[in-house]
C-alpha cells in the first residue's frame, strides 16, 4: 500500500525540523546504525492513529548559495511536487510576515490541502495572536509549540483528515511488479524503451526529461510485468533540475508499490554516495533488489573489468550482499532479457515460506558450531525459530534475553539461513523475541 506523502513547509527559524522530528518520534540522524545505509534527514516514515505516512522536511532542504526567497519558493516547489497534504509552519512570536504570505500564494495556488500551523505557542496567552493568521486564506490556525509538543495531535488530526482514499490493487497476484531507480541520467527510461522496442517513455540525455511515474504492462515468456519507471524520480519542481540529492523522494512511492526493485547504477560514472542512499531505501523498506549495471557498452574492457566493478559494488554496498548483479546496455541491448529471469527468481525467493522443522535444524546445527558469547555474565539461549511473514522473509527467533542478542550474532544466524534456503536478492529479516 502506498503511503500518503506530508510535507512540512513555511519560512527559515519557525521549527520545521523541529515539528519533524517530534512527529517522527525521534532526532532522525543521518547515518543508520547499520554499515552502509546512509538516511536522508529530511525524509521518514510516522503514523498517527494508526495511519502510516511519509514525512518531508523541507527545513533540511539545502540549496547553496540561492536567495532567500528563492530557497523558500524552491522547498515549497518540492512540498507541491511531492506531498498529499502540505502543512504550513509559521511563527505565533513574529506574527504575518512577507514571507510567510509568499509561501502562502505558492501554495495556495497548488490546489494541494493545506494545514496551518502557528508554532512556538508556548503558553495560553499567547492563542489569542493567531488569529492574525486566518489572513492567510487557509482556515482555522492551529496552534502548536514543537519545543515542548503541545497542540502536535489536534494538527495531525486534522492532517490525516486530508489523506487520500486507499487504492485498490490494480494488478493480479501473478504479476510481478518492479520499479528502476537510480540516480538521475542512469538510464532508467531508456532501458524501459529497450525493453520495450519502442520510444514509450520520452528519453534526454538531459538529467530529469521525464516527469512522472509510468506504469508499463508487459509480457515476457507468459510472464506478465509492470514497470514502474520513476523516470529520475522528480516532477516539475526546478529545484530537481540542478541537484541529484533530492531524487530519494522521487523513489519513495515507486518502491512501496513494488515487488522487485532494480537499483541502476551508471557504469561511466561509477557509484556515487547517492546511488548508496537510494538503494539503502529499498533495502529498508524491504523489497527485493537487484542491481543494475547500465551503459556497460561504454566501457573499455578486458577479461578482468567485470569482476573488479563487482568488487566495488560488494564493498560500497554492503548492507546488500544478497543482491544479484547484473550488467546490461540498454542502447545495444545486450543482456537486457537477462534480467527477466533473475526478476522471476528473486520474486519467488522475496515470497518464500521456510518449513518450521527444517528451519530449527538449521538454527541448532548453528548455535552448536557456534554458540553466542557471554554478555554480563549470561549467554544467549535460542529455544525456537519460526517464519512469521513473507516481502520480505522475517523470522522471529525466541530466546531467554533479546538483549544478549548482539548484532554480529544476528547477521550471523541470517547468514546461516541463506546459506541453506534461496533468498538471494531478497533482504531477510531476524527478530530477537522474549520466550513467554
Known amino acids: ?3 500518503p506523502v506530508v510535507a512540512i513547509v513555511g519560512r527559515p527559524n519557525v521549527g520545521k525540523s523541529t515539528i519533524f522530528n517530534r512527529i517522527v518520534g ?39 548559495d540561492e536567495p532567500f526567497l528563492a530557497q523558500i519558493r524552491a522547498q515549497a516547489e518540492i512540498a507541491i511536487d511531492e506531498a498529499d497534504v502540505i502543512i504550513l509552519i509559521a511563527s505565533g512570536r513574529e506574527g504575518v510576515t512577507d514571507a510567510d504570505e509568499q509561501v ?40 502548536i509549540s514543537g519545543s515542548h509538543g503541545l497542540g502536535l495531535g489536534d494538527l495531525l488530526d486534522e492532517t490525516i483528515k486530508h489523506f487520500p482514499a486507499e487504492d485498490e490493487e490494480a494488478y493480479d497476484e501473478d504479476v510481478i511488479k518492479f520499479s528502476l531507480i537510480g540516480r538521475p541520467n542512469v538510464g532508467k527510461s531508456s532501458i524501459v524503451n529497450a525493453l520495450l522496442g519502442e520510444e ?32 529520475g524520480m522528480r516532477k516539475r519542481g526546478k529545484v530537481y533540475e540542478n541537484t541529484e540529492k533530492y531524487s530519494v523522494l522521487r523513489a519513495m512511492r515507486a518502491i512501496e508499490r513494488s515487488d522487485v526493485v532494480l537499483v541502476v547504477l551508471n ?24 542491481i543494475v549495471v547500465n551503459k556497460w557498452d561504454a566501457i573499455e574492457k578486458d577479461e578482468k573489468t567485470m569482476n573488479k ?43 518464500l515460506r521456510v518449513q518450521s522443522s527444517m528451519l530449527n535444524d538449521v538454527i541448532t546445527d548453528a548455535v552448536a558450531m557456534n554458540p553466542a558469547p557471554m554478555e554480563k555474565g549470561k549467554r544467549l539461549k535460542i529455544f525456537y525459530t519460526t517464519q512469521v511473514a513473507i516481502k520480505p522473509p522475517a523470522f522471529v527467533v525466541f530466546v531467554n534475553e533479546p538483549e544478549l542478542m548482539h548484532f554480529s550474532y544476528e547477521r550471523f544466524l541470517e547468514n546461516r539461513i541463506r546459506e541453506a534456503f534461496p533468498f538471494e536478492g531478497t533482504p531477510i529479516r531476524v527478530i530477537p523475541r522474549r520466550r513467554k
Open 26 to 64: 525521534e532526532r532522525v540522524s543521518i547515518v543508520e546504525d547499520e554499515p552502509g545505509v546512509t538516511r536522508d534527514r529530511i525524509y521518514n516514515t510516522a503514523e498517527w492513529l494508526g495511519k502510516e505516512f511519509n514525512i518531508i522536511d523541507t527545513g533540511g532542504i539545502d540549496l547553496g
Open 200 to 231: 514509450r517513455v520520452i528519453v534526454s540525455n538531459v538529467a530529469g526529461t521525464t516527469r512522472d511515474a509510468i506504469d508499463t504492462s508487459y509480457t515476457f515468456e507468459d510472464q506478465d510485468y509492470v514497470m514502474i519507471d520513476t523516470a
Open 1 to 3: 500500500m502506498v503511503k
Open 104 to 143: 502562502a500564494k505558492i501554495l495556495y495556488r497548488s490546489n494541494k490541502p493545506v494545514v496551518l500551523a502557528v508554532n512556538k505557542v508556548d503558553n495560553p496567552e499567547m492563542r489569542d495572536q493567531i488569529y492574525d493568521f486566518y489572513a492567510l486564506g487557509f482556515g482555522e490556525p492551529f496552534p
Open 309 to 351: 566493478f563487482m568488487e566495488d559494488i560488494r564493498e560500497h554496498f554492503l548492507f546488500m550482499s544478497y543482491a544479484p548483479i547484473v550488467f546490461v546496455s540498454a542502447l545495444t541491448k545486450k543482456r537486457l532479457t537477462n534480467l527477466f529471469p533473475v526478476i522471476n527468481q528473486v520474486s519467488e525467493n522475496h515470497a
Open 267 to 290: 557504469a561511466e560514472e561509477g557509484i556515487r554516495e547517492q546511488d548508496k542512499k537510494i538503494a539503502g531505501y529499498a533495502h529498508e523498506a524491504g523489497r527485493a533488489i537487484i
